[in-house]
């Protein structure tokens, strides 16, 4: 869900520019800075506020992760849960850009 650009930039501003879950720096280049998104921490579909108290700024990649998980309503387990499943995500682009390339 698109935040208003106001948002957006109080939310990047605020967390420096780095995705919250990963750390990847967002402004390293601007495809980053562009693809940036905020990430719903208690999501709007299970009643989360759009402010940027429920908000923090993520990497397409570690919010894409994040689609469908409602369930997780903290930024702990929001965190946990990327981490674990980047790991996963990882190994298998490792092992099938072997098969590509």
């Given at each position: 869900?698109?935040?208003?650009?106001?948002?957006?930039?109080?939310?990047?501003?605020?967390?420096?520019?780095?995705?919250?879950?990963?750390?990847?720096?967002?402004?390293?280049?601007?495809?980053?800075?562009?693809?940036?998104?905020?990430?719903?921490?208690?999501?709007?579909?299970?009643?989360?506020?759009?402010?940027?108290?429920?908000?923090?700024?993520?990497c397409?990649?570690?919010?894409?992760?994040?689609?469908?998980?409602?369930?997780?309503?903290?930024?702990?387990?929001?965190?946990?849960?990327?981490?674990?499943?980047?790991?996963d995500?990882?190994?298998?682009?490792?092992?099938?850009?072997?098969?590509?390339?």
């Amino acid at each position: 869900m698109r935040v208003p650009a106001k948002t957006w930039r109080k939310v990047f501003e605020r967390d420096k520019g780095y995705c919250q879950y990963c750390n990847l720096d967002l402004l390293n280049n601007f495809s980053s800075y562009w693809a940036a998104t905020v990430d719903h921490v208690h999501a709007v579909a299970e009643n989360g506020a759009d402010n940027a108290d429920n908000l923090v700024l993520s990497c397409p990649a570690c919010n894409s992760m994040l689609s469908r998980s409602g369930a997780l309503t903290t930024f702990a387990e929001r965190k946990n849960f990327v981490e674990k499943r980047r790991k996963d995500e990882i190994n298998g682009f490792e092992n099938w850009k072997k098969t590509v390339r």
